[in-house]
């Protein structure tokens, strides 16, 4: 049964053409990497369509997998190039992208129905304002902060991920944390 074997054994299998065990990899990975390209992203749409474009990149590639990392640091730097092409694409807007989110963080984001009104105004509004923060750091300080923050993934896998010197990605989520703390600072609203 494919649900019990490794993701190599699985990459094994998707190169010698098994079509069910690279469907089995993306069940595994893909509510990971969609989280990963919408922390890196902010919109719904956008994140979705990443993140169906970092599987077709991984399908087109899998026998390149040399599995001198684990698959899902491949899958994940896969879903980030992926992210930066977007970005790029998207750099002609005037405005970032969370000012217009259209609702979104309300539906992502959903809040429990015993909350009041207000304390759910007033939820919803802090979430704004810090993924506003999120998104107005630099995109090298903004993927490291998703990856340990929202993925919670350790600083090794993110310097496996990112092929980075585990020094350059502590130093890294550490100056975003930094830029957070100093931007949410200054904001004339009260948090917390």
């Not at 009104?117 to 919803?124: I, K, L, S």
């Not at 923060?133 to 993110?158: C, G, H, N, W, Y």
């Not at 931007?183 to 917390?192: A, D, N, Q, S, V």
Request: aromatic fraction near 6%.
């Amino acid at each position: 049964m494919l649900k019990e074997l490794t993701d190599e054994k699985l990459v094994e299998l998707a190169v010698s053409k098994d079509p069910d065990a690279f469907g089995e990899i993306m069940k595994r990975w893909e509510r990971k990497i969609f989280a990963l390209c919408f922390g890196m992203l902010g919109r719904e749409d956008d994140a979705r369509d990443a993140a169906q474009e970092t599987f077709i990149a991984a399908f087109r590639n899998i026998s390149n997998f040399r599995g001198e990392a684990k698959v899902s640091s491949w899958l994940h730097r896969i879903a980030v190039n992926q992210c930066l092409t977007t970005k790029r694409r998207a750099k002609t807007r005037s405005e970032e992208f969370l000012d217009d989110d259209g609702g979104e963080s309300e539906r992502v984001f959903v809040t429990p129905a015993h909350r009041s009104p207000a304390n759910t105004t007033e939820a919803t509004e802090r979430l704004i304002i810090v993924r506003q923060a999120v998104s107005s750091l630099p995109v090298d300080l903004r993927q490291v902060i998703v990856m340990k923050e929202f993925e919670e993934m350790t600083f090794q896998e993110i310097s496996e991920t990112l092929e980075l010197p585990l020094s350059t990605v502590k130093s890294r989520v550490y100056t975003a944390l930094r830029q957070l703390r100093m931007k949410l600072e200054r904001l004339p609203m009260e948090i917390g």
